[in-house]
Nanobody
Framework: QVQLVESGGGLVQPGGSLKLSCVVSGTIFSIYAMAWYRQAPGNRREVVARITNDYKTTYADFVKGRFTISRDNAKNTVYLQMNSLKPEDTAVYYC?????WGQGTQVTVSS
């Protein structure tokens, strides 16, 4: 049974930083591409960043230069470092691997 468990969300002021983590179990983590998505109230779920099994990364335009996705295959973990956060980054952030999803972690950017 594949499980993805996110952590690291919270409340942060505009301009602040957070680092999300997603631990994956029940599968061979190293062979899969991983992604972070987010969904704000009333909005569709949208992709934020992706990382392939050979560490190639892609980003949505709205986070380029601010967010960094990375992975540690030894720890079965994918990360999302979020800097220069804006109120519009407020959303539930989800980890994704193939067809599997985590439960999400809330990120709120507010003063």
């Amino acid at each position: 049974q594949v499980q993805l468990v996110e952590s690291g969300g919270g409340l942060v002021q505009p301009g602040g930083s957070l680092k999300l983590s997603c631990v994956v179990s029940g599968t061979i983590f190293s062979i899969y591409a991983m992604a972070w998505y987010r969904q704000a109230p009333g909005n569709r779920r949208e992709v934020v960043a992706r990382i392939t099994n050979d560490y190639k990364t892609t980003y949505a335009d709205f986070v380029k230069g601010r967010f960094t996705i990375s992975r540690d295959n030894a720890k079965n973990t994918v990360y999302l470092q979020m800097n220069s956060l804006k109120p519009e980054d407020t959303a539930v952030y989800y980890c994704n691997s193939n067809t599997e999803w985590g439960q999400g972690t809330q990120v709120t950017v507010s003063s």
